[in-house]
Every structure is written in structure tokens, then in C-alpha cells.
């Protein structure tokens, strides 16, 4: 979608900068090129007046570096000055392909190096900016959401420390659970569901769809995604099924109880495709149990919709389901690493998300509202009508 320019009027809160982790440069690149787009078409009564002084610019991406000592401790660097500036801090905790030497020894940097990264940024700007939003797609430890016996509650402290270091603001995509906001009442939270780029993402790598309760159903893999399962049925005017996980709580393996069936509550799947809805492809191994199951009730293709693929225990998994027949087509967001490996497999789809989180960037730099933005009911029925038409939309 593109920008309503009516909402762009006001005075920006600061100028715009834009911290970009290295975890995330990829996607960064691609969110700055698209607000540096708008501003220099929109056409703005005020771009004269002073208050909108470097409201263009050729990039709102600030320098800043986390460099690392030989013994593995680390210093960020903020080239750049953020003195009155509305900042945004974008990282991809999940990123592993990010190396750094420990007394000559390669270390892949885990969720919490990045965390700690983020961290050393928000120091580096020394309480100057105007306001910071941190931008984590994947909520740090977010599957560490509640407590169950004697455990670390890891997401509620990190998002508290980021509030007690004058973070205003925190984003994040499809929380596993958003109720973890609830230990910061007092700041900004938002947890984006970014729907409609799945669907946008399905319609257009798949031109003979029929999208109606007799060819089509929304299968939720547990009790945990039924919510998103929910609206993504309603908005397509489709049923929903859903599969519950039997486990062995006698038994725990890698800190969980082991999985032993998952059992299907639902309408018949016979002839229909099928997309399993979820938050997260961890190691697949759920996704894909859910998807012989259902192709063994006579599904006729299964589509798996994820917002993050880690595909933690590699591609020869999804690569032997896809030759099988077992799944169709995998969607999941740009929202963390992938591999070039992934990205060339026939089976997966890319759903990028970057325009829009430039969107919110821009238009909270304005103080503007987002909640038609989080709201994408009536531009998913366009897009609908628009494929009923041509089987196929295009891009906006």
C-alpha cells in the first residue's frame, strides 16, 4: 500500500533516523529506500518551513557500528549525531550468520549478542534522541512468554530493561504471546500481524486458487494459533479446523514434553487446499506432521504460512515433503535471516514486509494514526476481488 499523504501534514515528532543493526541490513536498506521515495514525491505544503528541515534526504539510515575486541567484548558507535532525532533501532535477533573472533576462534552471534547489541546502541545515544523505538520482528525470548515451574521470565525483563533505558516504544511482528506487553503498561507496544502481505504473498504465487468454503480451509497446527487462524478464515470467507497436540507430560525432552499425535477437530479437508496458519517454523517438524496428517484425510494441497521460517534443522525435511507431494508451498516474511538456500528453493515464498514497516516508521514519525494501517480488512477484500477477476494482483 502506499502512503495516505492527508495523514502526513503534521509536524514530524524529531528528524527521522534510522539505526540499522547488521542482523537486519538487508531489510533496512529496503525500508529506507521506500520512505526516501515518498518523501521526495509527497507533495508537501511545508517542506519550505524550517520544522521540516532534512524531511528529504538521500538516506535516513544513521552510521553506527558494534565492533568487537579480540576477547569478544563489544563497544557500539554512533557516527552520526541523534541529538533531537525520532530514532529507530531495527534488529533481527535470530540472525545467525553473523560472525565475530574470540581469541582467534569464529563465533556465530546468538539471540543474545544481538540483544546485548541493541542495548549498546541505545546507550551509545546517551538519552539525546527525541524519542527511540526499538524494532525487534522476532520479540527477543518472546517463547519465553510465562512461567511454568521455576523458570526465567527472559521477555518481560528484556522489555522492561529496554523501557528502564528510555526505549518509548517497541514493535514487533506476530508476538508469540502479546499479553508480554503487560510488563511495560506505560510504554508503546505494538504487535503487527502482517496478514495481508501473507495473502498478497499467496495470491500471487498461485493463479488457480478458489477461495470459498468448498475448495479452500484454514487449518490452525494447535490450540495456540487459533486466533490467527480465526481471522485469517473470516476475512477469506472460509472454515477453519484445527489440531490439537497430544503430549507424554511424563516424559521431557530438550526442556518440553514430547509431542505423541495431534489429533484434528474440523470439517472434512477431502479436495480442499489447506493453509496452516502458525507464528513460527522452528525445526518443521510440527508444521509438517500437521500436513501428512492432513494429507492423509485427502487434502488436495497444503500451503504452510508462517511469519518466521528458522528451518532450524535445515531444508532436507521440507525438500523430501515437497517431493512427496506432502506440501505445496511454504510462505513466510523476510522478518529474519534467510538463507540463499532457502530463497532458491521451488517450494518457498517470500513474503516481504519491508514497505511495510517503512509505513509505520513514516507515519509514527508523524504522530500519525496507525490503526487503519494495522487493520487490513478492506484491502484484503480488494485484493480478493482483484483475483477473482485475474488471477493473479498486482503490485500496488
Not at 313 to 334: H, M, Q
Not at 359 to 386: C, G, Q, T, V, Y
Request: hydrophobic fraction near 40%.
Amino acid at each position: 500500500m502506499k502512503p495516505d499523504d492527508s495523514k502526513f501534514s503534521t509536524v514530524p515528532v524529531g528528524r527521522l533516523g534510522i539505526i540499522v543493526h547488521p542482523s537486519c541490513a538487508e531489510l533496512g536498506k529496503k525500508i529506507d529506500q521506500y520512505i526516501v521515495n515518498w518523501r521526495r514525491e509527497r507533495d508537501h505544503n511545508h517542506k519550505s518551513n524550517i520544522v521540516f528541515k532534512d524531511y528529504e534526504k538521500e538516506t535516513f539510515i544513521i552510521d553506527s557500528t558494534c565492533a568487537r575486541f579480540g576477547t569478544g567484548e563489544a563497544k557500539a558507535l554512533i557516527s552520526d549525531s541523534v541529538r533531537g532525532v525520532d530514532l529507530y533501532i531495527l534488529a533481527d535477533v535470530l540472525n545467525y550468520s553473523l560472525e565475530y573472533t574470540v581469541c582467534g576462534h569464529k563465533n556465530h552471534m546468538s539471540p543474545d549478542d544481538i540483544y546485548a547489541d541493541v542495548k549498546r546502541l541505545i546507550a551509545a545515544a546517551s538519552g539525546k534522541p527525541k524519542s527511540i523505538t526499538v524494532i525487534l520482528p522476532f520479540l527477543y525470548e518472546s517463547r519465553q512468554h510465562k512461567r511454568s515451574s521455576r523458570e526465567s521470565l527472559d521477555c518481560a525483563f528484556a522489555l522492561q530493561e529496554l523501557a528502564n533505558m528510555g526505549v518509548d516504544n517497541v514493535l514487533t511482528f506476530d508476538a508469540h504471546d502479546p499479553r508480554v506487553q503487560n510488563a511495560i503498561p506505560l510504554k508503546g507496544f505494538d504487535n503487527i500481524m502482517p496478514t495481508y502481505q501473507f495473502i498478497k504473498a499467496l495470491l500471487r504465487s498461485t493463479d488457480d486458487l478458489e477461495i470459498d468454503s468448498e475448495h479452500m480451509m484454514i487449518i490452525s497446527p494447535d490450540e495456540g494459533a487459533m486466533q490467527r487462524a480465526m481471522y485469517f478464515a473470516n476475512v477469506l470467507g472460509v472454515n477453519i479446523g484445527m489440531f490439537y497436540k497430544r503430549r507424554d507430560y511424563s516424559v521431557v525432552v530438550d526442556g518440553r514434553n514430547p509431542i505423541v499425535a495431534h489429533e484434528y477437530l474440523g470439517d472434512s479437508v477431502e479436495g480442499k487446499d489447506v493453509l496452516i496458519i502458525d507464528d513460527m517454523i522452528s525445526s518443521g517438524e510440527s508444521m509438517l506432521d500437521v500436513a501428512r496428517e492432513l494429507k492423509r484425510r485427502n487434502a488436495r494441497r497444503v500451503f504452510c504460512i508462517s511469519t518466521f521460517g528458522m528451518f532450524t534443522n535445515g531444508l532436507a525435511s521440507f525438500d523430501k515433503a515437497f517431493e512427496e507431494g506432502t506440501i505445496y508451498k511454504v510462505i513466510t516474511t523476510n522478518s529474519t535471516y534467510q538463507t540463499p538456500e532457502l530463497l532458491e528453493r521451488p517450494w518457498y515464498v517470500n513474503c516481504d514486509i519491508s514497505k511495510y514497516i517503512a509505513l509505520l516508521i513514516d507515519s509514527l514519525n508523524h504522530e500519525a494514526s496507525i490503526s487503519a494501517i494495522l487493520d487490513p480488512h478492506d484491502r484484503i477484500k480488494k485484493r480478493l476481488a482483484e483475483y477473482a477477476q485475474y488471477h493473479t494482483i498486482q503490485e500496488e
